[in-house]
């Protein structure tokens, strides 16, 4: 089996590969620090599942699953994130992963994720899936976040983070202006005044840390 840890801490990759290699024996693991060399190996290499951190250095791990969909759709991704909210797991999902986990739990159910999502399953934790089935059984309203796009929820989470505008443009090579249109459109659609506002509702939320 071949495996492609992207992690942008070299301990955490360390930590994963032992965890693994201790029940694949035959495994032969890859290592990305970043979406560059991640989709660059996904592109150039055979994988037969990727372990994708969600919080990168750069591009976020949402934009580099799309890519990897896009460009490889047979491809198992498992994201292994730092974030336990069941809203933006459900994202991710919708998105293409094929499985989600979070650095908490990762220990104790990494080697059961990439066995169900190498099998052509979709690895959900115990924890999630009873999120998910309270939502499925009762008709609540969408939350207000639930009605921003991928990259407006990614700005949210930037600006709730305290990331002034030209930073949040430097770092997903946007304009000033473009940032500022997709704050205007988070602010409307989510029926708010200004960034405390925003960065209030995404504390308590939990969409940041």
Do not use: C
Not at 14 to 28: N, R, S, T, Y
Not at 53 to 79: A, N
Not at 165 to 184: F, G
């Amino acid at each position: 089996m071949r495996i492609l840890i992207t992690e942008d801490h070299a301990v955490v990759r360390e930590g994963l590969k032992l965890i693994l290699a201790d029940h694949f024996k035959k495994a032969v693991f890859g290592e990305a620090r970043n979406a560059t060399e991640a989709l660059a190996r996904v592109w150039n290499e055979k994988w037969d599942v990727v372990v994708l951190d969600i919080t990168m250095p750069g591009r976020s791990g949402l934009e580099v699953l799309k890519e990897i969909k896009r460009s490889r759709p047979k491809l198992p991704v498992l994201i292994l994130s730092m974030h336990p909210e069941d809203q933006f797991a459900v994202r991710l999902l919708k998105a293409g992963a094929a499985g989600y986990l979070t650095k908490e739990s990762a220990g104790d159910e990494l080697v059961g994720a990439i066995k169900k999502v190498v099998g052509g399953g979709r690895y959900i934790s115990p924890t999630l899936a009873e999120r998910m089935a309270s939502y499925l059984t009762i008709d609540l309203q969408k939350a207000p976040h639930e009605r921003l796009s991928d990259r407006e929820f990614l700005i949210l989470r930037m600006i709730a983070s305290g990331k002034p505008v030209s930073q949040i443009a430097k770092e997903l090579s946007l304009s000033v202006s473009t940032v500022s249109t997709y704050r205007a459109r988070i602010l409307e659609k989510m029926d708010m005044k200004n960034n405390a506002e925003l960065t209030h509702y995404a504390l308590q939320k939990e969409l940041v840390d």
